[in-house]
């Protein structure tokens, strides 16, 4: 069994920041990608920012330069450092992982339940 739960989302006013994390537990034997999603009410899940085992990044052109991704392998946490938040940054955030659990052949996607982040004017 594997599970990852987020945390650290909330209500914040817009310019403010937010850091949220997820971590991954159970049976796993390797983490590749780690990313965070989020989900506008009304609009499609989307990625906002991936990281790579080794460190490397992705971002979503609408989060360049206000967010940032990192991990701790160790812990098996993914991090999502959100500064400058926008109106339009409200959503669920969910996090993901491809991992292969012990015992294991193939890599799956797993995903955490999400946590609300909701930006005021």
């Known amino acids: 069994q594997v599970h990852l739960v987020e945390s650290g989302g909330g209500l914040v006013q817009a310019g403010g920041s937010l850091r949220l994390s997820c971590a991954a537990s159970?049976?796993?034997?390797?983490?590749?990608?780690m990313a965070w999603y989020r989900q506008a009410p009304g609009k499609q899940r989307e990625l906002v920012a991936d990281?790579?085992?080794?460190?490397?990044?992705y971002y979503a052109d609408s989060v360049k330069g206000r967010f940032t991704i990192s991990r701790d392998n160790a812990k098996n946490t993914v991090y999502l450092q959100m500064n400058s938040l926008k109106l339009e940054d409200t959503a669920v955030y969910y996090c993901?992982?491809?991992?292969?659990?012990?015992?294991?052949?193939?890599?799956?996607?797993?995903w955490g339940r999400g946590t609300q982040v909701t930006v005021s004017s």
């Open positions: 993901n992982a491809n991992l292969i659990q012990i015992g294991g052949v193939y890599y799956d996607l797993y």
């Open positions: 990281i790579t085992s080794d460190g490397r990044t």
């Open positions: 159970g049976s796993i034997f390797s983490i590749s990608d």
